[in-house]
């Protein structure tokens, strides 16, 4: 399918985002380092080239679109079998429409499936049907059910959360060198053995209504320390910093993941690591024609770590004098963010926007390096 989408526009403006590689970094490369510090540091966005060691993770993505496509093209009523959101969690199905996707009240363009990383009694502990966890995926526990279309891809799923995995703690050495921490601090609130918010996002967003364009997703920043995303067509905008910041799109590439920076990790840092605004509207030029597939990887701190200022690093800055440091847990922080924009979920008497806010605040800032 991938060969008969069109080209993206060449009269689009597009995101300045840092091409860095994989291969490169595995290696301790100085000079790719300093640049991986960079865009953590400024637009918390950057395309990381995966040819060579990142094969392995290509060849699944593209498997994992194959995948969605088969799960999306399940009738409504199956796939709703497998919401939810009732149970106070975002595992599962959320269909198109499902959540707020900004402040006027507007509905979301998109369905969604997450299948989590975690320990079989997390969030769900009175159901037994529904998720891929991580112990499922594992083979540690009795699987949970879920739909045929995924229930037999189970072998290709661990495969491919493990090679997302290798390249996120791969990410979280370096930022761990830069930021000076005792080492593994940062891995060591990223075990697989732990329970956590991990988990993998298959997306589907339809072609939108010539007179009716709409955002599909609203921005927002990400809840967790890193994201790997994999994309086909175009959507995907950030917010650069500044005053005069516009929304630009971001160009996938082929042979390339997109990596951000989440919530976590600019709290963990105080600000030095940036999780940058972003949100997906229709695809630009032709591409809008046609549905929008992706596949994302969330990395999350696991459930009980505090999302605060980390001891320990000469590169970290203090709290401003005054400062009042809001402490959630990771867990708590996950679950505030990703259902304070559903309704249904919360209840409409307590529903506020606000309270589905990150570090948005934080990311409007002008991005500087040190």
């Known amino acids: 399918m991938a060969d008969t989408l069109p080209e993206f526009p060449t009269d689009v403006a597009t995101a300045p985002l840092l ?14 380092i300093d640049r991986f510090i960079n865009a953590c540091c400024d637009l918390g966005f950057f395309y990381l080239h995966l040819d060579g060691p990142g094969d392995t993770i290509q060849e699944q993505s593209q498997q994992m679109f194959n995948i969605a ?50 320990t079989r009694n997390w969030y769900l502990p009175e159901l037994t049907r529904g998720q ?11 699987p949970w059910p879920a739909p045929q279309v995924l229930e037999q891809q189970r072998l290709f799923l661990q495969g491919f959360m493990k090679s997302a995995q290798d390249i996120v703690h791969l990410l979280l050495g370096l930022l761990n060198e830069f930021l000076q921490l005792p080492e593994d601090t940062l891995s060591s609130m990223h075990r697989v053995n732990v329970p956590s918010g991990d988990h993998v996002r298959m997306i589907k967003a339809p072609p939108q209504p010539v007179d009716d364009k709409q955002i599909a997703l609203g921005e927002h920043t990400d ?49 030095v690591l940036r999780s940058n605004i972003h949100r997906v ?38 709290l401003q004098d005054g400062a009042d440091e809001e402490v959630a847990t990771s867990k708590e922080w996950i679950i505030r963010r990703a259902l304070g924009s559903r309704p249904q979920v919360v209840g409409d008497d307590a529903y506020d926007w606000s309270k589905s806010s990150g570090t948005e605040d934080i990311s409007r800032r002008t991005a500087t390096v040190s």
């Open 281 to 318: 509207v229709s695809p630009p030029g032709a591409q809008e024609q046609h549905p929008r597939y992706s596949v994302v990887y969330f990395s999350r701190p696991e459930d009980d770590v505090p999302l605060r200022r980390l001891q320990g690093s000469a590169v970290i800055p203090p």
């Open 223 to 271: 809840f967790g320390s890193i994201t790997i995303l994999f994309n086909r067509l175009g959507g995907l905008q950030i917010l650069p910093p500044g005053d005069d910041a516009t929304w630009t799109y971001v160009k996938p590439l082929p042979n390339h993941a997109i990596i951000n920076i989440g919530d976590a990790l600019v709290k963990f840092t105080n600000g």
């Open 69 to 118: 496509e088969g799960l999306f093209d399940l009738p409504l009523e199956e796939k709703k079998k497998f919401d939810f959101s009732a149970h106070k969690t975002y595992f599962g199905y959320k269909h198109l429409g499902g959540s707020v996707a900004d402040r006027t009240g507007r509905l979301d363009r998109n369905e969604f499936y997450n299948a989590s990383l975690r």
């Open 19 to 32: 091409r860095l590689s994989l291969l490169k970094l595995i290696n301790h490369d100085a000079t790719e």
């Open 132 to 142: 891929i966890s991580r112990d499922d995926i594992l083979g540690t526990t009795k």
